[in-house]
């Protein structure tokens, strides 16, 4: 039974160093990432699906991890949040068109299979829903890359008098 914990540690260990190695080798640039979701019930996992886009969009910029996620439906809910980790981030409005009825949020994350859910607020409800997003990592391309930020280095200089 040991040997079977040892060995299991180090596969986990192994999968944790390869998901790592496998983010950071990712050029700077924008990455479409399809999604699924999850809620605990059939009918919340159709609504969740029915008014989050299937597309995600990831970038890699300046060293940090982004997503922009769109909603449809916004004619029947409000007070979108983003949630990592269990805990609310601050979440960027990108675009929101009201004639539609979406609206686009991006949000700094640490990873880019995060532990991500969302809450919102469904008027007819009259109550918060929380689902899970789960993306899809295998889905992953590159749609545009963004060229590397250079670090400009000044050198001092003196002066003989």
């Not at 605990?40 to 609504?47: A, K, L, P, R, S």
């Not at 009825?101 to 929380?130: G, W």
């Amino acid at each position: 039974m040991k040997k079977l914990k040892h060995l299991f540690t180090i596969l986990l260990t192994i999968f944790c160093i390869t998901n790592v190695s496998y983010a950071a080798s990712l050029d700077y640039g924008l990455y479409n990432v399809k999604n699924d979701v999850y809620h605990e019930q059939e009918i919340g996992m159709n609504m969740a699906r029915t008014y989050l886009d299937e597309n995600m969009i990831l970038e890699k910029s300046e060293g940090k991890w982004y997503y922009t996620i769109k909603f449809s439906g916004t004619d029947y809910m409000n007070n979108h949040r983003i949630c990592l980790n269990g805990k609310e981030v601050d979440a960027e409005v990108v675009s929101e068109d009201e004639s539609k009825h979406t609206i686009e949020l991006k949000f700094e994350t640490d990873s880019i299979t995060p532990d991500l859910s969302t809450k919102i607020y469904v008027d007819a409800m009259e109550r918060d829903v929380e689902f899970d997003v789960i993306p899809k990592e295998d889905t992953l391309t590159l749609v545009k890359a963004i060229e590397e930020p250079v670090e400009k280095v000044e050198s001092e200089t003196t002066s003989k008098e």
